[in-house]
């Protein structure tokens, strides 16, 4: 049997992190991925000649991991189309339009968005994102739902619907009553602040050329044969000395593991000795949000005529959001226009039990409730499909019921014999976004040349 220095278990973008930083360090490694691609949740598609990333796509300023490995790989971005106006479609399905972060709703209702993104600031201030559960307020927060946080902020119900709209919906895809009040904080705080998830410039600020597929394409590239697709890992048996991973029936050795795999998917392998009681607990409270991400391609970004960005909000839509994204100038599809809009939770929960028609019926009506009727009659229609991958089974990532996160987060971090555990859904700065899995994926490797010995 071949004993590797660490055996790697998935190839998204944390197990290649951590795999390329262990091989630049000189280590023997070996990556084992389940499916026949790499890249994980990152995945770019051709349909009818053009090109749709169906995963993760943006990067915002503040995730310096990811931009430095982007820059490192050789890799090049550019901006969202985001001239012109945005629109806000109302509670009674009117478009209106607005430039700017502020939306077109009554003055006391902006005045009360504004305080209580304040609030929701001033709250992520004094949290350290990688160590949520040592905010001053942590236990206070942790035992409320968001929903009941946001209700007891102010009567107003459209600013409620739409500070909602941001941390639900638009980020961690659950309904707001089923996290707490400090995974929202949490959300803010992996971002710099609330402030910059109500930006959508500043969030959705970069695209990568070729798609954000491109970062994982690279590393494997670089990787070659030390990755092995359709490779599931199904057992891993370890003592303090190593580990055995067997794959297809074949075992493979190693001195570190690395199970670079989403908190609910550790549970599909079987490890023996079994983890303790309270690690397997702590990943039964994590469960994955919800939404399906669409993309409607048109023979010309007809909005952009109109003056419009291709930016819109509604809370009460099906489709909550939805932007340009038509791909970069030298890219395939670049000569049409595509708008990418999204449908979580409760909402997705609906019309996942419709037929396809049915649904792709229902998506296109929202859409033509910001666009107007030429949305309804798009040349290329692609909705991505996570929820029906057993390999991720939701999207964008997982988070912890009410009460989880004060109770179990410092657990995901802690290593049991030689196995060690990472995702972006355990990252503090970039929590839920390739940039934690960058930072995840570093510091795994870290961990494991001895250059930190802290779990954090
Ligand atoms: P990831 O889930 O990617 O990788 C885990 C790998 O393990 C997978 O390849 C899986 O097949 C493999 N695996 C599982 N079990 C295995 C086993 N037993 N044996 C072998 N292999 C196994 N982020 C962002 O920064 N900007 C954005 O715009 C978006 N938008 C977005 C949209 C949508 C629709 C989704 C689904 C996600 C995003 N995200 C995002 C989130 C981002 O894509 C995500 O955080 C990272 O890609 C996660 O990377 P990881 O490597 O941590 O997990």
Do not use: C
């Amino acid at each position: 049997m071949k004993i590797y220095d660490t055996v790697i278990v998935g190839a998204g973008v944390t197990g290649l992190t951590a795999a390329w930083r262990l091989t630049q360090a000189g280590q023997d490694v070996l990556v084992l991925e389940a499916r026949d691609r790499t890249g994980g949740r990152l995945r770019t598609e051709d349909h009818n000649g053009s090109e749709f990333e169906i995963g993760g796509q943006w990067v915002s300023p503040d995730q310096e991991a990811l931009i430095g490995l982007v820059a490192e790989l050789g890799l090049e971005t550019y901006s969202r189309y985001r001239s012109g106006e945005s629109l806000y479609v109302d509670r009674s399905g009117a478009a209106r339009r607005f430039t700017g972060e502020d939306l077109p709703v009554e003055e006391q209702t902006a005045k009360e968005i504004d305080r209580i993104i304040g609030v929701i600031d001033e709250l992520a201030e004094l949290m350290d994102p990688d160590r949520p559960w040592e905010h001053p307020q942590a236990a206070a927060l942790d035992r409320v739902s968001f929903a009941q946080w946001l209700d007891a902020q102010t009567d107003d119900q459209e600013a409620r619907d739409n500070i909602a709209l941001y941390l639900g919906p638009a980020m961690l895809t659950k309904p707001i009553w089923s996290f707490s009040a400090l995974t929202a904080v949490l959300m803010s705080a992996s971002a710099g602040s609330f402030t910059h998830l109500v930006d959508a410039d500043f969030i959705l600020d970069k695209r990568v050329v070729g798609g954000l597929a491109s970062v994982p394409s690279a590393l494997a590239e670089r990787l070659g044969d030390k990755v092995r697709l359709s490779s599931d890992v199904t057992h891993v048996a370890w003592s303090d000395s190593g580990a055995v991973v067997t794959v297809d029936g074949e075992q493979v050795g190693a001195t570190s593991v690395v199970l670079a795999l989403p908190p609910t998917h550790v549970r599909r392998i079987r490890i023996d000795p079994e983890l303790p009681a309270e690690h397997r607990h702590a990943r039964e409270h994590q469960s994955f949000g919800l939404v399906i991400k669409v993309q409607a391609e048109y023979d010309t970004p007809f909005w952009r005529s109109g003056g419009l960005s291709g930016t819109g909000f509604g809370p009460w839509q099906l489709v909550h959001e939805v932007y340009d994204n038509t791909p970069h100038p030298t890219g395939p599809g670049a000569a049409t226009g595509t708008i990418v809009g999204f449908v979580s939770d409760v909402n997705a929960d609906e019309v996942g039990r419709l037929s396809d028609d049915e649904r792709r019926a229902r998506i296109l009506a929202s859409l033509a409730a910001y666009f107007g009727e030429e949305a309804l009659t798009p040349r290329t229609y692609v909705e991505s499909d996570w929820q029906h991958q057993e390999l991720t089974g939701g999207a964008y990532a997982t988070s912890f019921d009410v009460g989880s996160l004060t109770r179990y987060g410092a657990k995901l971090h802690e290593p049991v014999g030689p196995i060690r555990f990472g995702s972006s859904d355990i990252a503090g700065h970039g929590f839920q976004h390739v940039d934690g899995a960058v930072r995840i994926g570093t510091r795994l490797a870290e961990q494991i040349l001895g250059h930190s010995s802290t779990v954090q």
